[in-house]
């Protein structure tokens, strides 16, 4: 595939374009989108990745189009996973509905270039050691482990590296609108907000240790490889809100994506040993027995193994779901009505204009004056 360094520079600059405008529209007014927005934008962003496959099968051939087509259905449903666990820590520290858009989009930017150190690194070590296939494949069957035996239990809110960040940072215990900081009576203080970014930004780094290898098991094209999981995040702040309550409901999504980790991680091995030059491994030669699997098998095994694990998942929680809603909306509007947080949530929804939070203790810092700074 050839591709230019003019084509590279215009790929990136209609990146940050994209983000650019999605702060500037969306995000920079606080605000919780409806529905409607939030499937108009997610069904916009999924049509310009498919059109953008398309272009690549027309100019570049339909092999490469085929490549982007299998990396991009995975990082996408690595994405969602992503999603669930950006749906913890949003509970886990309580941020109010207006405020986590601004959380998403800088977890996404964090990811994006986290992926784009990777995506680099990992094209260097394809290029030059092809015994790094060996490495991959062997990490992928690891994740695949891991995955399927996750449950997404841990509290991100309370890891070692928050705790850490509380002890050595001023913080203030409630959220002062969307800022990341505020000055009181002259001192500069972080807020809650800080805290969440750098847990999405931590997790951000963990998936981007499973998606690289995954992709580069697919193409081993950097440019696939990037544009692939530019479009996954594309659109991914709009799911959050479009598909949040459908995310608890997605029981066997880790199971779907340790298959699909599995099998790459396979695949991986199965190219290794193809191209292997390792001189304790066949003699340094070529294992001419290992099969190439070809893409179209990896797109039509990928996309399968998606769809069986949400509809089993929706076909599970199908009772579950529609319990909960008998259920919980009573409890919900009681608690409104006494004026109780609902969801779990530690602070009420809208912050008042002082930033203070109605009904909490303030800190030392909060009985001082805000200043209007960010």
Do not use: C
């Amino acid at each position: 595939m050839n591709v230019t360094p003019t084509i590279w520079l215009i790929t990136i600059a209609v990146t940050i374009a994209f983000f650019v405008y999605e702060f500037f529209a969306h995000v920079r007014k606080p605000h919780e989108p409806s529905i409607g927005e939030s499937a108009r934008w997610s069904a916009f962003y999924i049509g310009l990745a498919l059109i953008f496959g398309v272009g690549i099968g027309i100019f570049s051939g339909w092999s490469f189009g085929g490549e982007y087509f299998a990396g991009y259905l995975t990082e996408k449903a690595l994405s969602i996973d992503n999603l669930f666990v950006f749906l913890i820590i949003m509970t886990g520290f309580a941020v109010p509905k207006a405020y986590q858009q601004k959380v998403l989009m800088i977890g996404i930017i964090i990811a994006l270039i986290l992926r784009g150190i990777f995506i680099a690194v990992g094209a260097g070590l394809i290029e030059n050691y092809s015994w790094i296939f060996y490495i991959f494949g062997a990490l992928l069957l690891f994740l695949a482990y891991r995955q399927a035996f996750s449950n997404h239990e841990s509290d991100p809110a309370n890891g070692k590296m928050i705790s850490f960040a509380r002890r050595i940072l001023p913080l203030t215990n409630d959220y002062h609108r969307d800022r990341i900081t505020v000055k009181i009576d002259g001192k500069r203080f972080f807020t809650p907000m800080l805290l969440t970014i750098i847990a999405i930004g931590f997790v951000d780094l963990v998936f981007a240790v499973d998606s690289i290898p995954a992709i580069y098991g697919l193409t081993s094209e950097a440019y696939i490889v990037f544009t692939a999981n530019a479009f996954a995040l594309m659109g991914l702040r709009q799911l959050y809100f479009l598909i949040g309550g459908l995310l608890e409901r997605l029981v066997y999504l880790a199971q779907g994506l340790a298959v699909i980790l599995a099998f790459i991680g396979v695949k991986l091995v199965l190219h290794a040993l193809h191209v292997n030059e390792l001189p304790f491994i066949n003699g340094g030669e070529h294992v001419e027995w290992a099969p190439e699997i070809p893409i179209w098998f990896s797109l039509v095994f990928i996309g399968l193994t998606i769809a069986v694990a949400t509809v089993l998942s929706l076909r599970k929680t199908r009772g579950q779901a529609a319990q909960t809603a008998k259920v919980g909306a009573p409890d919900a509007a009681t608690a409104h009505a006494a004026g109780a947080p609902v969801e779990g949530s530690a602070k009420p929804a809208h912050p008042t204009e002082s930033g203070v939070q109605p009904g909490t203790a303030p800190d030392a810092g909060d009985k001082r004056s805000v200043d209007g700074n960010h």
